[in-house]
């Protein structure tokens, strides 16, 4: 693997009792890229994205970060070292404010514990304004600027989705995991969605690594797209090429039974 | 700090946030802060009689565990059912260091920090495998080392006697300042006074405020945002780069070493000190009166120590019916203001099944009628 590959990961394996959910998997993101992970329900995408975020701890394989080897990192020590996530079912904090939604996702900017919190002083008031600076300036960004103070439960559901990419980019993290990030949007949040994460790698200088079900999306952001099935890698390479493969197009229609 | 391209950069929009989050923070938690002195003073100028300076002063030491109380449950989701056990490390820990019972005297004011830090040492015990667990099952080991540290304190008479036993401690000293002794005699300057009372009423004020302040500076704080966010959410919130282990312990100590402060306090107030104080009964009183007042709100923890101290006193009239009536009013409440005094509703994103929010859910239901049924 060569060193303008951000995220590695070698033979990542993760079991649930019997069942093999990742089975070695390679994977490699280079930086400034979307790459795309597809496949059947079930074929353990999301366990693979869990695997890369820590949510889950994989049996086997190792996982670098920017050369790093992060295999041993829990979910919050590789947010804090820029790889951050959102969540296939959203995971708001409902109760809190868009903005200070956003300013939690800033936890690696901010200072101060017990005694910061209650004594403030320059340097925990100066990261606090930072980060609600920055905080406003993303969402001013994903057109959620009229949203900061309003209760995150309160947003529709695809304004609530452009809240967890904000908090997960306020940070500005190297790489950024979406999980479905496209369920349950209409057509044109759709089409919304498609191009602010086709923009991202741009505009914050970081990779992308989509998990989606939707071709369309896949097709119009993705640099290179990944096909697993039951766990194990199918084949990878330029979107087009990947829809068109028959082992694809198999794996999710099922293979044509002669009568 | 970030290269954010498309968005102007911030200086242009003052409007939008006039001034720093922390100093904003910091003048709201010194308004209401200053609100609380006020009328703690309104209370002593205007109280009728030393009895109810001592009700008030109840009022206040309740006041103060329902605030530390509230932090671990109400801002971090953790349900503590053995809380009161650091009310009474801190209680004896005055108690033993400062009474005829081992010949020691140490200073008051010496002993309400080192009485924090005991409590708080112990929360760090404690936590360390209780917070490991989740929901139902932290209520029940916090619910075991309640159990442990009373029963501690009851049997550790033999076969060296530390505590005392069953029969406590007496004779404990009065808190000084100086060579004065708080609590010995009134002052009195011209039609001013201050009997014993009411100088106990003071401290008791002291320690609240300070109490409030630290709770509403770190609610708004980034800790406190990370607690508030872990109770909606832990696996979000560790995705957003927070230590999960790290902020309950946090919650947790620092609600142990504000119970163990306050029972310094008690104990220097008292004079005496029984382990039957710190029953598992008293750890549900100081919980009651959180969720009564509104889970998550340290104005709430005050008006629900205010009504569960007071009412009790009101109701003494009725002689035996006034558990009753006690329960009654108690049940109203919550079934006509669900969030609880204080409390503000939140939207319905539901959040993680523990038990406390299971309870609180609960306990929110009738209101939600409406939206569906």
Redesign the interface.
């Known amino acids: 693997m060569t060193t303008e590959h951000l995220l590695v990961a070698r033979g990542l394996a993760k079991r649930f009792g019997g069942l093999v959910a990742v089975d070695g998997v390679d994977f490699a993101v280079p930086e400034r890229r979307i790459v795309g992970i597809i496949g059947p329900n079930g074929a353990g995408k999301t366990t693979l994205l869990n695997l890369l975020?820590g949510?889950l701890r994989a049996d086997e394989g190792t996982i670098l970060l920017d050369g790093a080897d992060i295999t041993r990192r829990?979910?919050?020590?590789r947010?804090?070292l820029g790889l951050?996530?959102t969540?296939q079912n959203i995971?708001?904090?409902?109760?809190?404010t868009v903005l200070?939604?956003v300013?939690?996702?800033?936890?690696?900017?901010?200072?101060?514990?017990?005694a910061?919190?209650?004594l403030?002083g320059p340097r925990?008031?100066r990261a606090?304004?930072?980060a609600?600076?920055?905080a406003?300036?993303?969402l001013?960004?994903l057109g959620l600027g009229t949203r900061v103070d309003h209760?995150?439960?309160?947003l529709s559901y695809g304004e609530q989705r452009r809240v967890e990419i904000a908090?997960a980019l306020a940070?500005?993290p190297r790489i950024l995991l979406l999980d479905e990030p496209a369920a349950g949007l209409n057509s044109a949040e759709k089409r919304a969605a498609a191009e602010l994460i086709r923009t991202l790698p741009e505009?914050?200088?970081l990779s992308v690594v989509l998990v989606e079900h939707d071709m369309d999306l896949v097709t119009h952001t993705c640099s290179t797209v990944s096909v697993i099935e039951y766990g194990r890698p199918l084949c990878a390479g330029r979107p087009a090429e990947v829809f068109s493969d028959q082992r694809v197009i198999d794996a999710y229609l099922g293979t044509a039974v002669a009568r | 700090m970030t290269t954010l391209a498309p968005s102007p950069p911030v200086e242009t929009e003052p409007a939008r946030r006039a001034s720093s989050p922390d100093a904003a923070s910091r003048r709201t938690a010194a308004k209401q802060v200053g609100v609380l002195v006020a009328v703690c003073l309104l209370v002593i100028l205007a109280a009728p009689s030393d009895y109810s300076v001592r009700i008030a002063t109840l009022v206040l030491v309740y006041a103060a565990l329902a605030m530390g109380l509230n932090v671990v449950v109400g801002l971090a989701g953790l349900l503590d059912l053995g809380f009161i056990a650091f009310f009474g490390v801190g209680a004896y820990t005055y108690a033993l260091l400062a009474s005829d019972l081992h010949d020691i005297h140490l200073n008051f004011w010496v002993l309400l920090p080192v009485g924090m830090l005991v409590a708080a040492m112990l929360g760090v015990l404690v936590g360390l495998p209780a917070l490991r667990t989740h929901g139902d099952y932290l209520a029940i080991v916090t619910l075991g080392f309640g159990e442990i540290v009373f029963i501690l304190l009851v049997n550790l008479d033999r076969p060296v006697n530390i505590t005392n036993g069953p029969q406590g401690v007496l004779g404990i000293d009065l808190p000084s300042i100086g060579g004065w002794e708080v609590g010995k005699e009134g002052v009195f300057l011209g039609a001013f006074g201050l009997t014993p009372t009411m100088q106990f009423f003071v401290l008791a004020t002291l320690y609240v405020a300070a109490v409030m302040y630290c709770a509403l500076r770190l609610r708004d704080a980034r800790l406190g945002r990370a607690w508030r966010a872990m109770r909606e959410s832990e696996a979000a919130t560790s995705s957003c780069g927070v230590s999960i282990v790290r902020a309950k312990m946090s919650a947790f100590v620092f609600g142990a070493s504000v119970a163990g402060g306050a029972g310094v306090l008690t104990a220097a107030w008292y004079g005496s000190v029984f382990p039957d104080s710190f029953l598992f009964s008293e750890s549900i009183k100081v919980l009651a009166m959180v969720v009564l007042g509104g889970i998550g709100s340290v104005w709430g923890a005050l008006a629900g120590a205010l009504m569960l101290v007071l009412m009790p006193e009101l109701l003494r009239e009725f002689d035996q019916y006034r558990l009753l009536i006690f329960g009654l009013v108690l049940v109203l409440v919550m079934r006509l203001r669900p969030q609880g005094l204080f409390g503000s509703r939140s939207p319905g994103i539901r959040a993680p099944g523990t038990l406390g929010n299971r309870i609180r859910r609960r306990l929110r239901r009738p209101t939600d009628r409406g939206g569906r049924s």
């Not at chain 1, 829990?74 to 020590?77: D, G, R």
């Open positions: 975020s949510a829990n979910a919050a020590q947010a804090a951050r996530r969540f995971r708001l904090f409902g109760g809190m200070e939604n300013v939690v996702g800033m936890h690696a900017q901010t200072r101060g514990w017990i910061g919190g209650i403030g925990v008031a606090e304004q930072d609600f600076d920055t406003l300036a993303v001013d960004a209760l995150a439960g309160s908090r940070s500005s505009r914050y200088g």
